[in-house]
């Protein structure tokens, strides 16, 4: 019976200290991006990137409301994009800036903060060239 007893509370030792540990972990903070989309992360650092930064901060430490925080402002609805979604397949992002289209799959695909989607073969009849040399279709 001693031993039960022992082997009981050697084991509760084991799991109490790990909910208090990550209880303390838990602090998450929550931003609304500069094109709508949500950020969810334990820190600050590096929130939003590539969405072109952050709009509003939502609460710090959520962890000990038992959930994540909403933002203080609903996020958009549509992005500050000329066209907010791809119109469908075959269609390329066009940087209207620099006349220069990206392909579907690629690093600045639908990035650039002034552009619109349309046909590569539109793209090529208003004078702009594929990213790198790089045609999307062959």
């Known amino acids: 019976m001693r031993n039960l007893a022992l082997s009981v509370a050697l084991i509760a030792g084991l799991f109490l200290p790990m909910g208090a540990i990550h209880a303390q972990s ?30 509003s901060w939502g609460a710090a430490g959520a962890g000990a409301t038992g959930g994540v925080a909403a933002p203080s402002q609903p996020a958009p609805a549509m992005s500050q994009r000329a066209t907010p979604s791809p119109g469908g397949a075959g269609q390329v992002w066009v940087n209207t800036a620099s006349k220069v289209y990206y392909c579907p799959g690629t690093r600045w695909y639908g990035k ?19 990213d790198h040399g790089k045609a999307c279709t062959s």
């Open 112 to 130: 650039a903060k002034q552009g619109s989607y349309m046909s590569e073969a539109e793209a090529r009849a208003q004078g702009a060239r594929a």
């Open 26 to 55: 838990a602090d998450t903070v929550t931003a609304t991006c500069k094109d709508g989309t949500a950020f969810t992360g334990t820190k600050r650092s590096g929130a939003c990137r590539g969405h072109g930064g952050v709009q």
